[in-house]
């Protein structure tokens, strides 16, 4: 992403103040849940007034039903089960904890893999605790105070706080209350956050608290109050310039922001959201996701409302500049997860674009917002099936050349098209469009309707030669969408494929295609790999994982340590995902998954990665 300029800088600062808005997002959380539980020595104890604020209501729920009311032991505490995509209670059984302290830390937090994230998520959401040798269960508070901090990590904030819910009073610890009072900044519910941190600090006044202290006494217009806490906080951090530069600027003092903000916390993001900075190119070039997804919030407001004077044009232009680096957050916080698919395509249905965007697809590129803002709006002013699938069409080639570069990965551009999709019909005339259909229905996990587009190629295969390299081309995709044992390759399948693909991908392809078959268990013989048996390897994707991690996975899997096998699945393909992943990197995540019976989890990282890939 490219940075905003100096000068658009001082457009934007001079020509919007960003309201404060509901955050969906999430946030690199800096530090172990272990290390926040053990409290500094004692710093010096703020005496401002008693805070009052009364207690807001969320208005985000985590969407999930809890059914019963008896508080459960610290081990069972979870909200899905093996029946809604989780895992049994044994889960941890045969980990021991310190292996565990080591690894749960280490799992990436800002993933652009749907399928990854969501075999994260349904991991740290089961209940399990950790077995001891005798399989008896050894309760551990920092598994479950692990948990929540890893959820909070990756952005599910809703998700953290409802199993906050679950922890019983007696069990409460210091990380958790902490987590819970960071769920409360994110989620604009200041009061509760304000009423957490009183009750805190009449027991642990701890820095963290009392800095929370401060922001509550600025919000309830405490200034001598936040002055005096300010003037003790300088005394024993002084070199915290971020904070101090975020409450300068909440207090009404305008200050060049510092050369870094570091990691944002919810706190210092709680106090920007407040201020209404506009968006500065450090949070943005951050990628964290919580930042992204506030970015992804911000309201437009009129120029006449900034104190520069500007022209029209001047002011129109600014405006643009600003949607565009919305939108560019926008991008981002879909991609991790942090925002809906839903609010980009309103980012992108209402973004006026003065200038005409040339659309012949031998101009179009993956390059710019604008192009691809464009492509969208042009789909939706088309007024038939065909004419829509043809810019839908180009708009797919356009994410499947680019590979995940500079624009939208194949899987965010099919959730953003998704409604438009689903609005044409698998009918004969139509069936040009079935590969990129089927395709894009299974970048958005819509396995059935993709189904039906590869029927359409398949039934049509033997009459239309078009519908037959189509179906060729998505052989591969079918078999790696099928669950079970199968049988040997069909002969010459692998080489129709090859001959309908381009010189590259014809390469490329086949060589991830059979290593992901092997690593299912399929029978691939050598023979099925003698094309590319003399060739040099030609995908250099993804950097090797280190040897501890890549013996966690045979270990685990050997030993069926299933927790311990998914931890260091998600440790080895990293932020990236599958799809950047080094082909046996995703190979042995693959077999390892399976080997401890997440075979569908497997398939849908594999069938994400090739996607992804081009394929």
């Known amino acids: ?28 959380y800096g530090q172990d849940a272990l290390e926040q539980a053990v ?12 805070l009052t604020a009364p207690t807001e209501t969320s208005n985000t729920m985590a969407d999930i039903a809890v059914g019963s009311l008896a508080a459960p032991e610290r081990d ?6 093996e029946h809604g995509g989780g895992f049994l209670e044994t889960l941890w059984q045969g980990s021991d904890l310190e292996t565990l302290r080591k690894i749960l830390i280490q799992l990436p937090t800002s993933v652009t893999s749907p399928a990854q994230r969501d075999l994260m998520r349904n991991m740290l959401l089961s209940a399990g605790g950790i077995y001891s040798a005798e399989d008896i269960p050894a309760s551990s508070a920092w598994l479950i105070e692990t948990r929540i901090a890893r959820l909070a990590a990756m952005g599910a904030w809703d998700d953290a706080l409802a199993m906050i819910e679950l922890v019983p009073p007696g069990e409460m610890t210091e990380a958790i209350r902490r987590l819970r009072a960071d769920a409360y900044l994110i989620a604009g ?7 957490e941190t009183q009750a805190a600090l009449r027991q642990v006044p701890d820095i963290y608290w009392q800095k929370v202290q401060i922001f509550c006494h600025l919000e309830k217009g405490q200034a001598s109050a936040a002055d005096l806490g300010l003037l003790l906080l300088r005394e024993q951090q002084p070199g915290n310039t971020a904070y101090f530069w975020a409450v300068n600027m909440l207090r009404g003092n305008e200050h060049e922001p510092p050369i870094s903000l570091g990691k944002p916390t919810p706190l210092l993001l709680a106090i920007l959201r407040a201020v209404g900075l506009p968006a500065l190119d450090m949070l943005i070039e951050s990628g964290d996701a919580t930042t992204v997804g506030i970015l992804a919030e911000i309201p437009h407001l009129d120029h006449e409302n900034s104190g520069e004077k500007l022209t029209v044009a001047e002011a129109d232009e600014t405006l643009r500049d600003l949607a565009e680096t919305r939108i560019l957050a926008a991008e981002q916080a879909v991609a991790v997860g942090t925002l809906k698919s839903e609010r980009l395509r309103e980012l992108y249905r209402d973004f006026s674009i003065d200038v005409k965007v040339d659309l012949r697809p031998e101009e179009t590129s993956a390059v710019g917002v604008r192009a691809r803002v464009r492509l969208f709006q042009a789909a939706l002013e088309q007024t038939t099936p065909m004419a829509r699938a043809e810019i839908i069409a180009r708009a797919f080639d356009i994410a499947r050349a680019d590979v995940g570069g500079v624009g939208s990965s194949v899987s965010i551009l099919s959730l953003l098209y998704l409604p438009l999709l689903e609005g044409i019909s698998p009918t004969a005339d139509m069936v040009w469009f079935s590969g990129t259909a089927a395709r894009m229905f299974l970048a958005a996990r819509k396995t059935k309707a993709a189904k039906q587009w590869m029927a359409l190629a398949q039934n049509m295969s033997r009459i239309n030669r078009e519908a037959a390299s189509i179906a060729y081309g998505l052989w591969p995709l079918e078999r ?7 049988g040997r390759l069909p002969a010459r399948a692998m080489d129709d494929w090859a001959a309908r693909a381009s010189e590259l991908a014809a390469v490329q392809g086949r060589e991830m295609f059979l290593n992901l078959f092997a690593a299912f268990g399929d029978p691939v013989e050598i023979t099925d790999w003698q094309p590319v048996l003399g060739a040099s390897r030609v995908m250099e994707r993804g950097p090797s994982v280190a040897p501890h991690v890549w013996n966690g996975l045979s270990l685990a899997a050997q030993n069926r340590r299933v927790g311990e096998a998914v931890v260091f699945a998600l440790i080895a393909l990293g932020d990236e995902g599958p799809a950047f992943a080094a082909p046996e990197t995703l190979a042995k995540v693959v077999e390892t998954l399976m080997a401890v019976g997440r075979e569908e989890d497997a398939r849908a990282l594999a069938l994400e990665a090739v996607l992804v890939f081009g394929l």
Request: charged fraction near 15%; glycine fraction near 8%.
């Open 189 to 195: 519910r200041i009061g509760d956050a304000c009423s």
């Open 39 to 50: 409290p500094p020595p004692r710093p010096l104890q703020m005496l401002p007034e008693q």
């Open 76 to 81: 069972q505490i979870g909200l899905v089960d």
């Open 1 to 28: 992403m490219s940075a905003l300029t100096s000068d658009r800088w001082q457009r934007i600062h001079g020509l919007v103040v960003l309201v404060a808005t509901t955050l969906n997002g999430a946030l690199v």
């Open 480 to 486: 790696l969408l099928s669950l079970g044992a199968k």
